[in-house]
């Protein structure tokens, strides 16, 4: 039984790792083209914004689905109200979801923002002539806060609103399913079948 155990955590964590390195792989590809094709600072400025809000909106996501619990959301299943079983497959798979929303994709967002960042001191220091050291001190401190910031008050929010917001994502991936016939997990007591 251990040894399973053993080899469930090793199999999940080479899964997390291989995972965060293909998205990471896509999303800092498209990122970094991106930058190279704007010249603006403030278009610069607001793809650092995005990947920060990503980042915090996963986060959010990752807590919620620690915290929501399954009755109420048991309730709305059963009068067939739309997202709620998409909704209990997030927290019958709570540890699965957490790691990819927190670790996986909260990690790459928090790399993702310290490379967009170093290209805009770049660009402000080779522009406007500012002090490199100045600016990379103020830029790094700015990203650190605003995502540190962004993740606590995030934090508070989900534990607050934990069901609705796992209800919310529930239907989004309703919608998903709805339009591409995917759907990440299965409820073993249908069999096999999507929810």
């Known amino acids: 039984m251990a040894r399973n155990l053993g080899r469930s955590s090793w199999r999940n964590a080479l899964t997390m790792g ?19 094709s704007i010249t603006s ?20 996501i990752g807590v919620a689905t620690a915290a929501a ?4 959301l048991n309730a709305r299943a ?19 979801v957490t ?5 996986v994709v909260g990690d790459v967002c928090s790399t993702l923002s310290g490379a967009v960042g ?9 522009r406007h002539g500012a002090e490199d050291m100045l600016v990379s001190t103020l830029m790094t401190a700015a990203v650190s806060a605003v995502t540190v910031g962004g993740k606590a008050l995030g934090k508070g929010f989900a534990l607050r609103q934990a069901n609705d917001i796992i209800f ?10 709805r339009v591409t016939g995917w759907y990440p997990f299965n409820y073993p007591s249908q069999k096999g079948r999507r929810p």
């Open 18 to 36: 291989g995972g965060t390195f293909f998205i990471a792989l896509a999303v800092g590809y498209g990122s970094q083209a991106f930058l190279g």
């Open 41 to 60: 600072i403030v278009l610069s400025f607001f793809l650092l914004l995005i990947i920060i809000l990503a980042g915090i909106v996963f986060d959010i």
């Open 69 to 72: 619990s399954e009755a109420p």
């Open 78 to 96: 059963a009068r067939k109200i739309p997202g709620a079983r998409q909704a209990l497959g997030l927290l019958r798979n709570a540890e699965r």
């Open 99 to 103: 790691s990819f929303a927190t670790d």
């Open 118 to 126: 170093a290209v805009i001191i770049i660009r402000l220091v080779g």
């Open 168 to 177: 919310f994502v529930g239907r989004l991936l309703y919608a998903l399913e």
